[in-house]
């Protein structure tokens, strides 16, 4: 009787003493290791507010991709610099510029602002590559949903599409693509909302190349109001 007492009280204390460690280790775990290997989302959507009410324009043809010259952007509008991106094209096919709205400063629930514009089309529209450059990373977030990050041709700047229904097939991160190229199509994964399709688009510009998620968002609005169209 005394020995199965004992072995009784060694299990429990095993048993005790096991759970102390599991939970000391999940406590060091959240805290120290995590934090340190979770990627940042600087550039994913903010929360969707299902009160704020956005409109969806006529869906328009899309034809097919062409090649089209260089335009110079007007290197006066707001937020923008000398070393901001030029040549750049409407990342959704058959957006007009009179389309696009400006929700760079558009406030967002817990405090945030946007940083990046919403650029309303229909489900499955293609979207375009803004300009030439390097596919950087594949990203799928809470926020953001399918993603894509895609360097300008100097690696000054990022490039970031959101909310995607899905990326192009034939696209692979480390691929250069052309200015035009179909990297993907409008949805509304992540936060977006159900059935709000748009694309969620940004550009920072990058002090590391190597940390694309650490950069200085600036606003895409005045730079693609001069943009070429994706016809």
Do not use: C, W
Not at 91 to 112: C, H, M, N, W, Y
Not at 212 to 221: A, H, R, S, V, W
């Amino acid at each position: 009787m005394n020995r199965s007492a004992s072995i009784l009280r060694k299990t429990i204390l095993t048993a005790y003493l096991l759970a102390i460690h599991l939970l000391a280790f999940l406590f060091a775990y959240q805290n120290y290791v995590r934090p340190y290997f979770t990627q940042p989302e600087n550039y994913t959507e903010n929360v969707f507010d299902p009160t704020e009410k956005t409109s969806v324009p006529t869906p328009l043809p899309i034809p097919s991709i062409v090649e089209a010259a260089d335009i110079n952007t007007n290197q006066t509008q707001n937020n923008i610099t000398a070393d901001s991106p030029t040549s750049l094209m409407i990342p959704v096919v058959g957006i007009k510029r009179e389309q696009l709205q400006d929700t760079f400063s558009a406030s967002r629930s817990q405090g945030r602002v946007h940083n990046a514009i919403d650029i309303m089309a229909s489900l499955g529209t293609p979207v375009v590559a803004v300009a030439d450059g390097e596919i950087a990373k594949f990203f799928d977030s809470e926020r953001g949903g399918i993603t894509i990050y895609q360097y300008s041709s100097d690696k000054k700047f990022v490039y970031y599409y959101g909310h995607l229904q899905k990326r192009a097939e034939n696209i692979l991160e480390k691929d250069y693509v052309r200015r035009g190229t179909v990297i993907g199509y409008v949805g509304d994964t992540g936060n977006s909302g159900a059935g709000n399709y748009h694309l969620h688009f940004s550009i920072a510009i990058l002090d590391d190349p190597k940390r694309i998620f650490n950069g200085t968002e600036i606003n895409p609005y005045p730079l693609l109001k001069d943009a070429l169209e994706s016809r």
